[in-house]
């Protein structure tokens, strides 16, 4: 099992940053992509960014040229810089991961979350 842990979360104004943190940790075979995904109040669950292996990266338009999404494969850690923050972007974010892990017999893939972390933008 792969057990992923947030932390970064907090309340800012508009214009601000924040920086999310994600660490998983586990009996990990190896990560294949990480990602974030925000749930807002009364809202679904959206996706936001995503990351390879290799660093590939992807971005909701909503974000783009605002956030960055980043990872240090040595500590399986993700990392999303989020600069500029609007209050649109007040929700509770969930870090991601698909990853292998050593099972009783052998590795086996999974999709894993995070418990969340709360972000609020207001002024």
């Known amino acids: 099992q792969v057990q992923l842990v947030e932390s970064g979360g907090g309340l800012v104004q508009p214009g601000e940053s924040l920086r999310l943190s994600c660490a998983a940790s586990?009996?990990?075979?190896?990560?294949?992509?990480m990602a974030w995904y925000r749930q807002a109040p009364g809202k679904q669950r959206e996706w936001v960014a995503a990351?390879?292996?290799?660093?590939?990266?992807n971005y909701a338009d909503s974000v783009k040229g605002r956030f960055t999404i980043s990872r240090d494969n040595a500590k399986n850690t993700v990392y999303l810089q989020m600069n500029s923050l609007k209050p649109e972007d007040t929700a509770v974010y969930y870090c991601?991961?698909?990853?292998?892990?050593?099972?009783?017999?052998?590795?086996?893939?999974?999709?894993?979350w995070g418990q969340g972390t709360q972000v609020t933008v207001s002024s």
């Open positions: 990351i390879t292996s290799g660093g590939g990266a």
């Open positions: 586990g009996s990990i075979f190896s990560i294949n992509a």
């Open positions: 991601y991961a698909d990853a292998t892990t050593y099972g009783a017999l052998g590795p086996s893939g999974g999709a894993y």
